[in-house]
């Protein structure tokens, strides 16, 4: 079983379009993430969500937007898609009770926008 | 050899050789430090911690050394194998201080080449 799941693993876009990235994880985790990487490797922490609040959204376009429908789950909604948010998305998930501890990453997802 | 500057740091050892991948943090306050290893298509993958209050943390072929004087962690990869040639990541973690501050902050990576 995979810890972390998100859909798609790689996503083509026409500029302008909205799109959603899923993610799913059956870690019994209480908090989840978006991380975005770039193409030099760097990790970039966009959101993370606790129980359904947001508790950290970073400098981040509110053409982006998470959504929690349940603890499992914290999906990536992007709108009026940009060339320049060309990048692979990583979700994660981490136990805050009682740590810190490290987080389980999904496998990424290629979002290229043309 | 090393070699840093615009490009992802690169580091290429020979199989069988030991690896000491190394990384600066930034924060003096962060109380916890892991080191990811991430393989081309994946995901990072959780490789060893360190809590603040250790400064040498052994797992099974790799040994994690926290310098809190210096703000300095390394990753050291005994044997180095094929297998091992990825990008590895140090992230530490800040102490918490309220709503939007617990979060893993990930250093730049090295990316590591195994030569057989």
């Known amino acids: 079983d995979t810890a972390v799941s998100q859909t798609p693993k790689y996503l083509v876009t026409q500029m302008g379009n909205d799109k959603s990235i899923k993610c799913e994880q059956n870690?019994?985790?209480?908090?989840m993430y978006w991380y975005k990487q770039d193409s030099k490797k760097f990790l970039k922490i966009m959101f993370s969500?606790?129980?359904?609040?947001?508790?950290i959204n970073e400098t981040v376009p509110n053409r982006f937007s998470p959504k929690s429908p349940d603890k499992a789950h914290l999906n990536l909604h992007i709108n009026s898609l940009e060339l320049g948010d060309s990048a692979v998305y990583f979700c994660?998930?981490?136990?805050?009770?009682?740590?810190?501890?490290?987080?389980?990453f999904g496998s990424g997802t290629r979002l290229t926008v043309v | 050899g090393e070699s840093v500057g615009l490009h992802l740091p690169t580091l290429s050892v020979q199989e069988g050789d030991n690896s000491i991948i190394n990384c600066a943090y930034s924060?003096?306050?962060?109380?916890?430090f892991i080191w990811y290893k991430q393989e081309s298509g994946k995901g990072p993958q959780f490789i060893i911690d360190i809590r603040s209050n250790m400064d040498k943390r052994q797992g099974q072929r790799v040994t994690v050394l926290l310098n809190k004087t210096v703000k300095h962690l390394s990753l050291q990869i005994a044997a180095t194998q094929p297998g091992d040639s990825a990008v590895y990541f140090c992230?530490?973690?800040?102490?918490?201080?309220?709503?939007?501050?617990?979060?893993?902050?990930f250093g730049k990576g090295t990316k590591l080449s195994v030569i057989p």
């Open positions: 994660a998930s981490s136990q805050r009770q009682g740590g810190p501890y490290g987080y389980t």
């Open positions: 870690l019994g985790h209480d908090t």
């Open positions: 969500y606790n129980n359904k609040e947001l508790i």
């Open positions: 992230a530490e973690n800040p102490p918490y201080s309220g709503a939007g501050s617990y979060q893993l902050t």
């Open positions: 924060n003096s306050a962060s109380d916890y």
